[in-house]
């Protein structure tokens, strides 16, 4: 939910704020409450020594890209419709994952990919119906928003890369420093001065934004993926409910059965990588020991 609102906030303000400054306030005013998080854990500054600074900037650049995407999806399509989008990215994940990390997919995880592209095409059907011109807002949306999905799920194998070695906080940590970075880079493009109640609104996007990654990461660390992930998808829930009250949005029938499909691919992927995971721990505990 926390995440979610972070996204009405930055929706409600790209009318008067441009993207760059949307995204710098997403970056920078989220690095005051993980600072504040790792001190109270006790890993300020030790969890951020890295030797790996190319693999953070990678990992920064891709998420800096999908972060742009997103807001700028968020811009032209109702909250609800660009949530789904979204939920296309971990499928994605899956895929690259098979070209970048060498990593097996089997039949029923493909198969599961493959319908969850079919809901995505549902999804953004109402936006393409007429084709991709200048003048149709929502077409330009719908493609900016599914090439974010598509640079996150880039983002996330580069994570899964940056795991082996580098903590969870720095990881976090550098990916809002990077970002920070390259949001400033459109500086020369116009930004604007903010009125005060916009200025609470930039520093509550950050905010928000770094503790909903806070929480995200003890979830994780408390439990397991199979128990967390399924919870990603209640987003669904509260961005109709935001998008009805707060923008008046109603999302096409096709939408909700295109992501529907996609919640529900994405549902069988994890339930199928948490029964894989059993059966290897099952494996390894029936293999004897090495003499």
């Known amino acids: 939910m926390v995440l979610v609102v972070m996204a009405a906030m930055v929706k409600y303000l790209t009318t008067s704020v441009p993207i760059g400054e949307l995204m710098f306030a997403r970056s920078f005013f989220a690095l005051p409450p993980l600072v504040v998080w790792m001190a109270f854990r006790r890993e300020f500054p030790f969890a951020l020594k890295t030797r790996r600074f190319k693999g953070h900037m990678l990992r920064g650049a891709f998420g800096a890209a999908a972060m742009a995407g997103y807001f700028v999806g968020l811009s032209y399509l109702p909250l609800p419709d660009m949530t789904a989008i979204w939920f296309v990215a971990p499928l994605l994940t899956l895929a690259l994952a098979t070209v970048m990390l060498g990593e097996t997919v089997g039949l029923l995880r493909w198969s599961a990919v493959g319908i969850g592209f079919l809901g995505v095409i549902l999804i953004l059907s ?34 899964r890369q940056l795991t082996g070695t580098e903590t969870t906080a720095a990881i976090v940590f550098y990916f809002s420093v990077t970002a920070t970075l390259f949001s400033l880079l459109t500086l020369p493009f116009g930004w604007v001065v903010p009125d005060g109640r916009t200025a609470l609104l930039l520093v509550a996007i950050g905010t928000v934004g770094g503790v909903g990654q806070i929480l995200l990461t003890l979830a994780y660390r408390y ?13 669904m829930i509260w961005s109709l409910l935001i998008g009805y009250v707060v923008f008046g949005e109603v999302p096409y029938p096709i939408v909700l059965v295109g992501s529907a499909i996609v919640i529900g691919a994405g549902l069988f992927v994890i339930w199928r990588e948490h029964q894989l995971g059993i059966k290897r721990e099952r494996q390894r505990k029936a293999s004897p020991p090495p003499v």
């Open 126 to 159: 109402p936006h393409l119906g007429s084709g991709i011109s200048a003048a149709d807002d929502a077409a330009i949306g719908a493609v900016i928003g599914f090439a974010g999905a598509a640079l996150t799920a880039l983002a996330m194998i580069q994570v």
């Open 223 to 235: 439990a397991p993926v199979s128990v967390i992930a399924p919870f990603d998808y209640t987003a």
